[in-house]
């Protein structure tokens, strides 16, 4: 089973960026889609973005023209590029392809 592990969250005031990665123990992402989730406090869990092995990309309605996901297929890596960043994108961000799950990372936006 592919492992993966998340990076790149943190605390950012409304307005700022983050890149989240999410690095795979193997080469993958070519083969499978990768997939974003996000879940926030008391909030069923969410797909934010969809990568597909072709590049076809999918966004959530709420992270569109702000979210961007991108592949560096080299370092078995994909990432989330979120910019204009909002209160409401607070969460824990997933990866997931196939059946693994990363541990996720936090993202926090306030002032």
């Known amino acids: 089973q592919v492992q993966l592990v998340e990076s790149g969250g943190g605390s950012v005031q409304p307005g700022g960026s983050l890149r989240l990665s999410c690095a795979a123990s193997i080469s993958i992402f070519t083969i499978y889609a990768a997939i974003w989730y996000r879940q926030a406090p008391g909030k069923q869990r969410e797909l934010v973005a969809r990568?597909?092995?072709?590049?076809?990309?999918k966004y959530a309605d709420s992270v569109k023209y702000r979210f961007t996901v991108t592949r560096d297929n080299a370092k078995n890596t994909v990432y989330l590029q979120m910019s204009s960043l909002k209160p409401e994108d607070t969460a824990v961000y997933y990866c997931?392809?196939?059946?693994?799950w990363g541990q996720g990372t936090q993202v926090i936006v306030s002032t």
């Open positions: 997931t392809v196939r059946s693994s």
């Open positions: 990568l597909d092995p072709g590049g076809s990309t």
